[in-house]
Each structure stands twice: as C-alpha cells, then as structure tokens.
DNA sequence: CCTATATTTAGATAATTGGCTAATTATTGA
DNA sequence: TCAATAATTAGCCAATTATCTAAATATAGG
C-alpha cells in the first residue's frame, strides 16, 4: 500500500467528487467529464493519481475506458487513519 | 468541520508524523522540533495548517506552547472516508 | 484503409506548497 | 527594565501541482 499516494490522492476536492461520482457505479471516462467543469485531459491527469493510489480501476471496452472505485482500498484508508490517531478513540477516550 | 482544510493538512507526511508523535502525549514545539530534522519555523508553519484542520490544539504555559491532538476529529475523518466510499464496503462487497 | 470518436500524453504556465533565514513577539527572571 | 529563551511571522525561493491546448494513440465501423 502506498500511504503518501493515498493521502494525497485524497487531498484534492476534484478527486474526492470523482469518488463520489462513481460510488453511483463505474463509468466511462466521458461519461465522468460529462459531470466536470474541467478539461478531458485535467480529469484523465485525476484518474492517474487515484490510479496510483489504488483507488480506481480501469478497463478498456471498446472505445471507451471504464472506471470503477476500488473499495478494498477503503479498509487500509481507514487503517491509516487509525494509525495516526493511535486508536485510542476506540477503546478508552478520556478527553470528553 | 472543513473537510477540505483535513485532507490538505494529512496529506503531508512531516504533518502525519508530527500527528503520531503526539499520541505519545501532548509536547511543547521545542520537544517536537527535537525530533525532526527541520528548522523551527517549518514546523511551526506545519502546526499552523493541522491547527486550521482543527486537529491539533495549543496552550500557551510560560514560554512554552504545548501542542495537543484533538482526538475527537477523528470522527469526523472516518466519516469522510464513509462518504467517499459510501460505506458499501460494509454491507456487501460484490467485487472480490 | 480511412475517418470519427474516446481517451491519453506532451508541453506550457500560473498557483500553491514546503523549506530556509532573518526579524518579530511573548515570557521569564535577574 | 534588560537579557535570555521559546516560538511565531515575514519574506524569499525551488519544487510540485492543477490546469489548459495541441498532438498522439487506440478502437470501431464503413
């Protein structure tokens, strides 16, 4: 797992959105665009960078390249998170 | 809660650092710069952006500032990453 | 094989970021 | 009040990033 290429995939809003957009489901790179105020290649230059996190899959079908969300990543997300706040949260939090 | 402001200040790996350092327990920055090899004032800019994410806090005690995680955000953080994956990790997972 | 369509790659540029040193502010204690 | 200590703020610079347009690549269908 590459924690920093996690992190900073996560970083930028626009990438975040892409996420979200295809928690409807996996879809095509135009299709994507098609929700985006932004250029074709800005967004395709955004799929590298979750690509390199792992986040998202792709596939080509056809002409078009369809991708999906990768939510086995999830977990190591959440492991990281988990990582940095020492859990304590979860069994004792004594600063309420 | 500024989601924005939270991913920006985890996505840096000197910031995670300085966040696992402090679950050890709370530090004055002079104790923390001790432990890094970086100039003060780099890592004061580093408390300054984990401040805005409002995870860290500060008190001042004499000449010193102690610096503190706030644990409680990281609720906040685990359920921006539900958002993000719209938590279907849980209930079923059909991509194995 | 050629053209249209979908997408990516290349290359340029403006904005942001992370680091530094120097200067400033705040506090203590003599 | 002054010197010492702790930390921040200011200002500068190099590296990275996000965006764009133009060019290249891949595929489908006639």
Redesign the interface.
């Known amino acids: 797992m590459k924690q920093?290429a996690l992190?900073?995939a996560?970083?930028d809003?626009t990438r975040?959105q892409i996420?979200?957009r295809l928690?409807r489901g996996s879809a095509t790179a135009g299709d994507i665009a098609a929700d985006f105020e932004m250029s074709k290649p800005s967004l395709s230059h955004h799929f590298n960078v979750l690509k390199e996190a792992d986040l998202l899959r792709n596939e080509r079908r056809g002409q078009h390249i369809v991708y999906?969300?990768n939510?086995?990543v999830?977990?190591d997300?959440?492991g990281l998170?988990l990582?940095?706040?020492?859990n304590?949260?979860r069994e004792d939090?004594n600063?309420n």
Chains 1, 2 share one sequence.
């Open positions: 920093q992190f900073k996560l970083a809003p975040r996420l979200k928690r999906s969300l939510t086995t999830f977990e997300a959440a998170l990582d940095l706040f020492g304590r949260a939090s600063e």
